[in-house]
């Protein structure tokens, strides 16, 4: 199961699922609440909620265990679904993102959130976010992808944005995270400004059973930037949690 981060859906991980289908895998994708085909619901949100939400999709579709993968607020969300959900998971890949809120969270999406409400879009963080996200080497040589990116981090819907930032302002799993006994992978690319790869391996390194990958030049989603380097990752993860079984 495939959770993506803020303002993208799940055609995010279009990049994956090839590989995983040829591999034999199911491969199950959601949307967060008001983001692609998914409605807003009242907010504020918590990663909490958010977490709950995995596992009613999961429930609905009669699936009892799954590996997880999350990027960014997905990974956060994955967090909460291992400390709270461990029966329900096989593994989680935790890609591109933090253990708790950052020191000026609140003044931060608080802003953000502000100017969300008065322009009524999030058009107008569509191409800040993009450069977080991408390298400029990546839009120059795949401009069709980056421009389909762009247009979902457009289209989210403010409510659903505001929602989950909120949820992003307002959790900490940091301290909880050496409860976890599940295989856990952190990754991160090595150009992410945010998710920074010594961050990321300090949190693979709060699991029991953590991990740590590094995708070289790739900045917040590796997963496309890196999609090839990204999917033999998952597959070799996925095939050691499978022989430690």
Not at 68 to 81: C, D
Not at 171 to 198: H, I, M, Q, W
Not at 214 to 230: C, L, R, S, T, Y
């Amino acid at each position: 199961m495939f959770m993506h981060s803020l303002a993208a859906d799940m055609g995010l991980w279009a990049e994956q699922v090839p590989a995983l289908l040829a591999a034999g895998y199911r491969v199950l994708r959601t949307d967060l609440r008001g983001h692609g085909g998914s409605r807003a619901a009242e907010g504020p949100y918590t990663m909490d909620a958010l977490a709950d939400d995995v596992i009613a999709v999961a429930d609905a579709l009669g699936v009892e265990r799954f590996h997880f993968v999350g990027l960014s607020i997905g990974g956060a969300i994955g967090q909460s679904l291992a400390l709270r959900y461990p029966n329900r998971l096989y593994s989680a890949f935790l890609c591109d993102t933090q253990s708790e809120s950052f020191p000026n969270a609140a003044t931060h999406w608080g802003n953000r959130i502000e100017k969300l409400k008065q322009a009524g879009s999030v058009e107008g963080l569509a191409n800040d976010t993009m450069g977080r996200w991408l390298t400029a080497e990546y839009r120059n040589k795949h401009p069709l992808r980056w421009n389909q990116i762009r247009a979902t981090v457009a289209g989210c819907t403010v409510a659903g944005y505001i929602g989950c930032a909120q949820a992003l302002a307002n959790f900490n799993y940091t301290e909880r995270l050496g409860e976890v006994k599940l295989p856990v992978l952190v990754g991160c690319g090595s150009e992410d400004p945010s998710a920074t790869p010594e961050a990321s391996h300090k949190i693979a390194a709060l699991f029991v059973n953590g991990r740590f990958e590094e995708f070289n030049g790739a900045k917040h989603i590796p997963n496309v930037e890196q999609a090839d380097a990204f999917n033999q990752v998952l597959l070799n993860w996925l095939e050691d949690v499978r022989n430690a079984a």
